[in-house]
């Protein structure tokens, strides 16, 4: 019952949203219900890890832990994006940058864009899966060409045809699923339990074929490169709270579309071939995305390329196989998700101050924002994987992972791109950071709602990575429950 | 009569590699998606289902009728330059296309199990579709031909699941057209933006964001 009103309410609130006039109580009642869908996420996350869950209306909704999980995960990053984004549209209904209305039209798209996001772990049937990712894509294109500006609209066409494309394969990967089903010759059906119920006895090269095209259709949409160039335009120009819904939900979702296939490729094909491309992808992603970190003068730019790198770690976890790479991967999407959407709040509100995006205008962020300017730097540690992070832990069990797995050159490469970065993120962010102020800089007063949102961020990362250390064995017994379904 | 129609698909989506024009690029689109809906509407009367005469009326609706008068609105509209902007010339592309099309034809051959030579014939039209309409999307310079390459592309893959794996769930193909129309709507608002800001629609000229 607790997807109906997960389902719902963005819906309701796009509405209201829409007819509200005050948009600063809109914002408020926006942030309210995202508490409330968040308490919900986390009762139907309970639910289905302790009990075996599979609620089904019609066959067309079906929930196990790993959905309930990936709704919990976005349930969170879009509350702390709803109590960020009062602040952050306030001021710029306050400084001319949109009206009134256009805020309306924001909340609007907010509302529908986590509908749709949320929309996607919940369905069975792989066409609609294929669906709701696509409007994913259309919703939010709005919201990267939101201001309007030649670059953000220049932003938006590339994500939107870049993302078609890619989901045009990804239809195709799915059509030669329900080809692989329908020549086994059970019944016509393209519901996921349907057909991973019969995985082992489909035709196999069939499904390899089809995993390709899924791989990378979804893969263009999850950001793995090296089909990832519309991402850093993307969230570079998006407007601040949906960069962090982007980085931190939207390329989830996709890595989920992703793992859903991979589980009928798993049971019909092989472990082998399934981790082989995670890998590969994942190493190619890691390589590519830190050598731009290293070189990169935009802030924003600078934290999506940073998305990459992550997406291809979770990758390689996903490809380093049960239980502990599995387990590392699954943590650091959630942990990835809460972090940079930190990262995005604190970039975003020192932007707003500098009006820049480049580093090199950007500096001595601790004394024009305090409170940011903190919650950034413990952001960059956090990011970079530093203890006692939330990222650390799943990290290190990825490298664990790798190297009981004997695969060395995975860790090897593993370890040398996160030290590349870490030296990136101290070298970028030490200078931005610290340093004087530049002239004709105010510190101007920092918004409430954006500091709860920081707190909201903050304590899941630093709750899981003081935990998760004393509790391993739980770990373990909710992933083998996770990969049950 | 289907090995006509299907010819009909081919041929309209060689007139798609060699137009040169916008307009003779869309009318190009609408042949193929009338063949489409052609093909649609036979198989509805063999197999005498309802479901499949609603997909047939909803593609000629759709496809054949809304999109393309949509998108000839759209270029009276922004005044855009009719050229599409070739990188590569239509001789050549031509080329192209006939070796997509044997592409195609072997990809098809190894993908479908069957005892029957010729039943991989309809799924090679529609990987060749699949593959046009990705490569109008990269070898012409207008967004426009962009939106037409993704409708292309994405009737090559209706022709596809209807032929392999007997059609999609209904509710799923409704959901799968409604989408398409949705995504051309909101695409069209992008050019008329792109064309409001750059005073163009030549893609290629869109590289602001580098690095």
């Not at chain 2, 809304?66 to 590569?88: C, H, Q, S, T, V």
Request: with cysteine; glycine share 8%; hydrophobic share 60%.
């Amino acid at each position: 019952m607790e997807i109906l009103f997960i389902l719902g309410a963005p819906l309701i609130l796009a509405i209201l949203a829409f007819v509200m006039k005050n948009k600063k109580a809109a914002g408020i009642i926006n942030a309210i219900s995202y508490f409330a869908v968040l308490s919900c996420a986390l009762l139907l996350l309970k639910r289905c890890v302790l009990s075996e869950c599979r609620v089904s209306f019609f066959g067309f909704i079906y929930l196990d832990a790993l959905s309930a999980f990936f709704i919990f995960t976005a349930s969170v990053v879009t509350f702390a994006a709803a109590l960020y984004s009062i602040g952050y549209v306030n001021k710029d209904v306050k400084e001319g940058v949109i009206s009134g209305r256009r805020a309306g039209i924001y909340y609007s798209l907010f509302n529908l864009f986590c509908f749709s996001m949320f929309l996607v772990p919940a369905l069975n049937n792989l066409g609609m899966l294929w669906v709701a990712i696509e409007m994913t894509t259309l919703i939010s294109a709005f919201l990267v060409g939101f201001y309007n500006t030649k670059k953000s609209v220049e932003a938006a066409w590339k994500y939107i045809i870049i993302c078609s494309v890619g989901i045009i394969l990804a239809l195709l990967g799915t059509i030669l699923f329900s080809y692989a089903f329908a020549v086994s010759g059970v019944a016509k059906s393209l519901n996921w339990t349907d057909i991973a119920q019969v995985a082992h006895i489909l035709d196999k090269n069939i499904l390899k074929i089809a995993f390709i095209f899924i791989l990378v259709g979804y893969g263009t949409k999850a950001g793995l490169a090296p089909m990832h160039t519309w991402l850093p335009d993307a969230h570079s120009q998006a407007v601040s709270p949906i960069s962090a819904l982007l980085s931190g939900v939207l390329l989830k979702m996709a890595l989920y579309a992703i793992l859903r296939f991979g589980f009928i490729i798993i049971k019909g094909v092989g472990f082998e071939y399934f981790g082989n491309l995670m890998l590969l992808l994942g190493v190619i992603s890691l390589v590519i995305s830190s050598g731009f970190v290293l070189v990169q003068k935009d802030l924003k730019r600078l934290l999506a390329y940073s998305s990459i790198e992550h997406v291809g770690i979770i990758s390689i976890g996903f490809g380093l196989g049960a239980p502990l790479g599995f387990i590392g991967a699954l943590l650091h999407i959630f942990n990835h998700a809460v972090t940079k959407s930190l990262m995005f709040f604190t970039a975003a509100d020192a932007i707003s101050v500098y009006k820049k995006h480049n580093i090199n205008a950007i500096r001595g962020v601790m004394k024009a924002l305090p409170f940011a300017g903190v919650m950034m730097l413990l952001g960059v540690f956090a990011l970079t994987g530093f203890p006692p992070f939330s990222i650390f832990i799943s990290e290190i069990l990825i490298i664990i992972a790798a190297f009981l797995n004997g695969s060395y050159f995975v860790a090897g490469l593993l370890l040398i791109c996160l030290g590349i970065v870490f030296g990136a993120f101290i070298y970028h962010f030490g200078k931005m950071l610290f340093g004087n102020l530049p002239k004709g800089i105010i510190p101007a007063g920092e918004q409430l709602s954006a500091k709860f949102a920081y707190l909201v961020l903050l304590f899941p990362i630093l709750a899981l990575g003081i935990v998760l250390v004393f509790k391993q064995k739980d770990l373990i017994w909710i992933a083998q429950k996770l990969f049950q379904g | 009569m289907q090995a006509i129609i299907l010819f009909g698909v081919l041929i309209s989506t060689y007139l798609m590699v060699i137009a040169k024009r916008s307009t003779s690029l869309i009318r190009a689109f609408r042949y193929q998606s009338f063949c489409l809906f052609l093909a649609t509407l036979i198989i509805a009367f063999n197999e005498k289902q309802l479901d499949l005469y609603i997909v047939a009326g909803l593609l000629f609706v759709i496809k054949v009728l809304a999109i393309p008068r949509y998108l000839y609105r759209f270029l009276n509209k922004i005044k855009a330059n009719e050229d599409l902007g070739l990188f590569i010339n239509a001789q050549l592309s031509l080329l192209f296309a006939l070796g997509f099309t044997y592409l195609a034809w072997v990809f098809a051959r190894r993908l479908i199990v069957s005892d029957y030579a010729l039943a991989a014939i309809v799924p090679a039209a529609a990987f060749f579709m699949v593959l046009i309409g990705i490569f109008l999307m990269i070898f012409r310079m207008t967004a426009l031909a962009q939106i037409i390459g993704l409708l292309a592309a994405e009737n090559g893959l209706f022709l596809l699941a209807s032929t392999v794996s007997g059609g999609m769930p209904f509710f799923v193909e409704i959901a799968i057209f409604f989408d398409v129309f949705v995504s051309v709507i909101i695409m069209g608002f992008f050019i008329y933006r792109i064309n409001k800001l750059f005073t163009h629609i030549d893609v290629n000229k869109l590289s602001r964001l580098r690095g």
